[in-house]
């Protein structure tokens, strides 16, 4: 039987890198003799400019919905009419549905972002002397609630003569979706059981603004709650802001992060510059029944169509997304390729080629392509040496 597969290339470099991802799952789904049923599905800014309805195809929901995994690659394309990218009548992005619609309508409550620096990567903070921190001084996982707080697009604006006077966005914090994201934390720190990098301790921290906002005391309400179920592990919290430094300052004290959905989509932004950049950050969307995993960069529009950016973001996303079918599934193959995945990424930066641009300069900078290839041919060694 056949693995359901959606894509969702979307919008400029989208495409390319997803390309790229689908080159390594299927060189070694060949070699492990997985069958997956490809559906792609056209989605995003550019699609909303040639159709003019919609962000994506109808019935697009309902593919989401059967699928055994869903891969994103980009979203968000330039407005032709003005600063900003498209936006569809409703005032949403184009792009929305296959984003936000799908983490909300699919319940994929949790954002996943491994925040890990591999050894041969720079990180993006300038100085004297760039390698501050070693591999494995950076191994953290944060993980964002991922279906409400400001994102519940629940508020509006006044435009009278149509001139926006007034715009309100509510912030939304449920007991329900904070104990499953909570919860979601706890048992990933229990089961990586590796420990901050800094002192090897079992170590959830949750960020807040608790000082400030009703929401934020519901939710570290919900975390202390949460966490007495959980003695092995320690508890600590964290003020949002002071969190951004002590995130640069200190990344090896961390272990798991969970937080609130603005709070998670700034802070993880900024955790990527500890890993060298956006080009190596992964987003995995999970919920209970459901998975979407993507590159958490953007489209890239002025790098469209070159063969240009960085793969191994998406790439990663791919690995990401095996390790979470092959363990739902039970699948002990997926678990095998996943592996391979990330051993032959390791490979390729630890020696330094071929790397894109954006982790090696332009003097250097090997295709979007040649990257993805290097990758697929490493992995089905790695993949054979692990069988002999």
């Known amino acids: 039987m056949a693995y359901k597969l959606v894509t969702l290339g979307g919008d400029g470099t989208g495409p390319e890198v997803m390309r790229e991802g689908l080159r390594v799952l299927s060189a070694l789904s060949k070699v492990l003799d997985v069958a997956w049923e490809v559906e792609d599905i056209p989605c995003g800014g550019q699609f909303y400019l040639e159709h003019g309805s919609r962000d994506w195809p109808e019935g697009a929901e309902e593919r989401c919905d059967a699928a055994d995994l869903i891969l994103l690659g980009a979203v968000g394309w330039p407005s032709p009419t003005g600063p900003g990218p498209v936006l569809m009548k409703d005032g949403k992005m184009a792009g929305y549905s296959p984003v936000i619609g799908n983490r909300i309508r699919l319940n ?21 002397n760039k390698l501050v921190w070693q591999p494995g001084q950076v191994d953290m996982v944060i993980i964002r609630e991922n279906t409400e ?114 709070f998670g989509d700034i802070v993880t932004d900024l955790a990527s510059v500890l890993q060298g950049g956006m080009g190596m950050a992964v987003g995995a969307n999970v919920g209970k029944d459901h998975g979407m995993f993507e590159p958490i960069h953007g489209s890239a529009p002025k790098h469209a169509g070159k063969d240009k950016v960085n793969p191994i973001a ?45 982790l090696v300069g332009e003097a250097k900078a090997a295709r979007c392509s040649e ?15 692990a069988a002999s």
């Open 149 to 262: 707080g400001l994102y519940s697009q629940v508020g509006g604006k006044l435009a009278p003569g149509g001139t926006t006077e007034l715009a309100i966005d509510t912030r939304v914090i449920t007991r329900r979706a904070s104990e499953q994201v909570i919860r979601k934390a706890f048992e990933l720190c229990k089961k990586r059981n590796k420990g901050a990098p800094k002192d090897g301790k079992l170590r959830v921290t949750a960020v807040v603004k608790d000082n400030v906002l009703h929401g934020c005391r519901l939710f570290q309400e919900v975390f202390n709650q949460v966490g007495e179920e959980y003695p092995q592990i320690e508890k600590d919290s964290a003020i949002v802001d002071a969190f951004t430094q002590w995130l640069i300052g200190q990344p090896e004290y961390y272990d798991v992060v969970v937080t609130t959905n603005m």
């Open 314 to 358: 998406m790439i990663l996303a791919v690995k990401e997304g095996l390790d979470w079918l092959g363990e739902r599934k039970n699948d002990d193959r997926l678990v095998r390729a996943a592996a391979a995945i990330e051993a032959a990424v390791v490979d390729v930066l630890r020696d330094g080629h071929p790397l894109t641009y954006d």
């Open 371 to 385: 990257v993805g290839q290097a990758i697929a041919d490493l992995a089905l060694q790695k993949l054979a040496q």
């Open 108 to 128: 994929l409550f949790a954002n996943v972002r491994p925040v890990k620096l591999y050894e041969g990567v720079q990180h993006r903070i300038h100085g004297a």
